[in-house]
């Protein structure tokens, strides 16, 4: 998995094992861990099949700037955090890994998870029978669209 161009453009349609585009996210975590609400916030994505979890680790920087990475499924069940079953546990590379918690400061932790969207799937399957292909996807972050949308209102 290729973690330098986020952004890149993407050819890729659903394989014929049924998996479309994934995407990655990088999120910042309290120092004391991941907060079971948003990992129960996660589960009910994945319950309602708006999402499929394919991988998920939890890394953190010590102060001396050491990483540890841990597989959810790893963690030590005194944290109170629900179960996840991710579908491909270890799909993330410990050299993506490793580059991406460049961005972390010691003494911080973060999780790294990668989903798959079902809708996005399903609209890949069908672009493909139809002999369609999707050419580029790009992520607008939420704070560029609610300032897009203040000014439109204003």
């Given at each position: 998995m290729?973690?330098?161009?986020?952004?890149?453009p993407?050819?890729t349609?659903?394989?014929?094992?049924?998996?479309g585009?994934?995407?990655?996210?990088?999120?910042?975590l309290?120092?004391?861990?991941?907060?079971?609400?948003v990992?129960?916030?996660i589960?009910?994505?994945?319950?309602?099949?708006?999402?499929?979890?394919?991988?998920?680790?939890?890394?953190a920087?010590?102060?001396d700037?050491?990483?540890?990475v841990?597989?959810?499924?790893d963690?030590?069940?005194?944290?109170?955090?629900?179960?996840?079953n991710a579908?491909?546990?270890?799909?993330?590379?410990e050299?993506?890994?490793?580059?991406?918690?460049?961005?972390?400061?010691?003494?911080?932790s973060?999780a790294?998870?990668?989903?798959?969207?079902?809708?996005?799937?399903?609209?890949?399957d069908?672009?493909?029978?139809?002999?369609?292909?999707?050419i580029?996807?790009?992520?607008?972050p939420?704070?560029v669209?609610?300032e897009?949308?203040?000014i439109?209102?204003a």
């Amino acid at each position: 998995m290729s973690t330098t161009e986020p952004s890149a453009p993407s050819t890729t349609v659903a394989s014929p094992e049924g998996h479309g585009p994934v995407e990655l996210f990088f999120v910042a975590l309290p120092a004391t861990g991941p907060d079971p609400s948003v990992v129960e916030a996660i589960a009910d994505l994945v319950a309602r099949d708006t999402i499929d979890l394919v991988d998920i680790v939890i890394v953190a920087k010590d102060p001396d700037g050491d990483l540890t990475v841990t597989e959810y499924e790893d963690l030590p069940d005194d944290q109170g955090l629900p179960p996840l079953n991710a579908l491909l546990s270890g799909l993330l590379a410990e050299d993506d890994i490793a580059a991406i918690a460049e961005q972390l400061d010691p003494g911080t932790s973060a999780a790294l998870f990668v989903i798959e969207h079902v809708w996005a799937r399903a609209l890949a399957d069908r672009l493909a029978a139809s002999g369609g292909r999707v050419i580029t996807t790009e992520r607008i972050p939420a704070p560029v669209v609610n300032e897009l949308v203040a000014i439109l209102e204003a």
